[in-house]
């Protein structure tokens, strides 16, 4: 059996960015990962760099998602060097539109609750601060306003993963895909993780980020991490001149053109993802009156992934404490927080000393809790 300083279990967007941070600090690396079958959330994601939604309810979740977006740049460069390309990530501010008195009232309240938790950046602006912010935009006369929060922004995640694989790699870690991990046992000091095809490996420390696979793998090393998965379904069009100059929540236009529009959030129990006319009919319709034009631009692909959701919708984590050095991190914000498990959490993971904003967001939280979606 290969040892290893850490073994991470999960190689989507979570799992290889705390791979890839505990690589740089010299650790040595293995991420485990059933490869393509498995229901990989990074496949779904928007590609949102995001902080004005982020935390009603909970500060230490707001507190560690701006922590995220101001290490965001300097993991922009690095990723971009290693992937081989702009992962293009800007920081040019972001919208959540509202096409009617009662949304834009509910985003008012919206609003001075995340002042009130510490999030000041965000505020409402009217339809004519908008049209000020996106010149030339042929907002569709159902747009009354909008959050706006200037702080926030969006990149291309695909890149984003590609990028992190790549630092993993350089590094001098290794990604191992292939099959399901299926038991994990206490070697004297070690750690023997065995997977369905017969490998197995030997870590000092592992961290399950294995997404909707986490809750049954954390409870092979004691730890309790409730969640279920959340099907969100994604449109893109054709590529476009440019149109919208700054992302909207479930609208943005990326960098090659295209206009992507997205995601739903559906829960119905069943391990599956496909796409459905019904949740693509209605979020086409509501970008259509965000911006009427794209009743003539022509869809190129749909897709759905499977997101991981804790009872709260808030991320999750932990060290256990029946396994001492084996972590458990899980969160439906992968792309907004790769900067904080890249960095401070992958930190910890080697250190043993979790981050102050974590600490808050442990799962032992989730007893007795009633399992709800909070609105992200």
Not at 114 to 137: S, W
Not at 192 to 218: N, S
Not at 313 to 335: I, K, L, N, R
Request: aromatic share 6%; charged share 20%.
């Amino acid at each position: 059996m290969e040892r290893y300083d850490v073994a991470v279990v999960g190689g989507g967007m979570v799992g290889t960015a705390i791979g890839y941070g505990c690589a740089t600090r010299g650790a040595r690396v293995v991420i485990l990962d059933e490869g393509d079958v498995a229901f990989r959330a990074a496949r779904g994601n928007f590609g949102l760099v995001w902080g004005q939604s982020k935390g009603d309810g909970m500060p230490a979740y707001g507190a560690w998602t701006r922590k995220s977006i101001e290490l965001w740049p300097e993991l922009a460069e690095r990723v971009s060097a290693l992937a081989g390309r702009d992962v293009q990530y800007r920081r040019a501010g972001g919208l959540t539109f509202c096409l009617s008195e009662k949304e834009l009232e509910d985003r008012r309240s919206f609003v001075r609750r995340r002042h009130n938790q510490g999030h000041d950046t965000v505020r409402v602006v009217d339809r004519k601060e908008l049209e000020d912010l996106l010149p030339g935009c042929p907002l569709g006369p159902r747009v009354i306003g909008a959050s706006y929060d200037p702080t926030d922004g969006h990149v291309d995640p695909l890149t984003l993963l590609r990028g992190l694989h790549a630092g993993l790699r350089e590094a001098g870690g290794r990604h191992l895909p292939g099959a399901p991990v299926v038991s994990v046992d206490r070697i004297g000091s070690d750690y023997r993780i065995e997977r369905a095809d017969g490998t197995e490996v030997l870590a000092a420390r592992i961290v399950v980020a294995a997404g909707i696979a986490t809750t049954r793998i954390a409870c092979m090393v004691g730890l309790d991490v409730p969640v279920r998965p959340v099907r969100g379904q994604n449109i893109v069009t054709e590529r476009l001149a440019p149109i919208l100059p700054l992302p909207a929540s479930a609208i943005r236009q990326t960098g090659d053109g295209t206009i992507q529009i997205g995601v739903t959030n559906e829960e119905d129990g069943i391990l599956h993802v496909p796409t459905t006319v019904d949740a693509l009919s209605r979020m086409a319709a509501r970008a259509i009156q965000v911006l009427p034009p794209l009743a003539r631009a022509r869809f190129v692909r749909t897709w759905a992934a499977l997101r991981p959701m804790t009872p709260d919708g808030f991320p999750a984590y932990a060290e256990s404490s029946t396994h001492p050095g084996c972590f458990a991190a899980v969160c439906h914000s992968g792309v907004t927080l790769a900067a904080v498990h890249a960095g401070p959490l992958a930190e910890a993971v080697l250190t043993g000393a979790m981050p102050d904003f974590a600490r808050d967001l442990h799962p032992s939280r989730f007893a007795g809790m009633t399992p709800h979606v909070q609105a992200h």
